[in-house]
T-cell receptor, first 116, second 111 residues
Framework: GAVVSQHPSWVICKSGTSVKIECRSLDFQATTMFWYRQFPKQSLMLMATSNEGSKATYEQGVEKDKFLINHASLTLSTLTVTSAHPEDSSFYIC????????????FGQGTRLTVV | DAKTTQPPSMDCAEGRAANLPCNHSTISGNEYVYWYRQIHSQGPQYIIHGLKNNETNEMASLIITEDRKSSTLILPHATLRDTAVYYCIAPVSFGNEKLTFGTGTRLTIIP
């Protein structure tokens, strides 16, 4: 089946620094990818839709200047958490699909971000 | 997305069939029902989806009522590795568009 890979799996950074998370579709092209965030014991919350070759679409309440998304190719989207603070500590997950339609979404394994 | 309602938690004995219900009484005619699961500290995993007819694959079976207002995911022979949070989703757009995750059902398989 289709594979979506995230890197890194976990990262610890100091408060005020920036962290980049990569999401790759390994065996298919994805014009659209999605970024989710999950706090402990909560469900996944969609943050933004990453569109290849154009600006990302952010959900209400998500700061676009803090969470920078770049989708420069059909197989790679990156999420950069800028000036990270402890409250940004969370589990970040991306997803992608092979075709727009009824096919299922494939999720990355997630990235655990801890800001100290 | 159509609102879905699931029990917060369920237990099932290992080797038995796990039946997970989902209510989606406001679902419209063109909305599929999708099931995903999330094992602790991993990304969600697709299980199965359906529109009207019952569906079966190597992981599970999906039974959708005739009025489409509810469905049941069946794991025929649950193993300890099936312990996870199971999400029932009825996206208003196509299935691979952005998904709205509810709280899901935390299924615990008991040895």
């Amino acid at each position: 089946g289709a594979v979506v890979s995230q890197h890194p799996s976990w990262v610890i950074c100091k408060s005020g620094t920036s962290v980049k998370i990569e999401c790759r579709s390994l065996d298919f092209q994805a014009t659209t990818m999605f970024w989710y965030r999950q706090f402990p014991k909560q469900s996944l919350m969609l943050m933004a839709t990453s569109n290849e070759g154009s600006k990302a679409t952010y959900e209400q309440g998500v700061e676009k200047d803090k969470f920078l998304i770049n989708h420069a190719s059909l197989t790679l989207s990156t999420l950069t958490v800028t000036s990270a603070h402890p409250e940004d500590s969370s589990f970040y997950i991306c997803s992608a699909s092979q075709d727009r339609g009824i096919d299922e979404a494939f999720f990355g394994q997630g990235t655990r971000l801890t800001v100290v | 997305d159509a609102k879905t309602t699931q029990p917060p938690s369920m237990d099932c004995a290992e080797g038995r069939a796990a039946n997970l219900p989902c209510n989606h009484s406001t679902i419209s005619g063109n909305e599929y029902v999708y099931w995903y699961r999330q094992i602790h500290s991993q990304g969600p995993q697709y299980i199965i989806h359906g529109l009207k007819n019952n569906e079966t694959n190597e992981m599970a079976s999906l039974i959708i009522t005739e009025d489409r207002k509810s469905s049941t995911l069946i794991l025929p022979h649950a193993t300890l590795r099936d312990t996870a949070v199971y999400y029932c989703i009825a996206p208003v757009s196509f299935g691979n568009e952005k998904l709205t995750f509810g709280t899901g059902t935390r299924l615990t398989i008991i040895p």
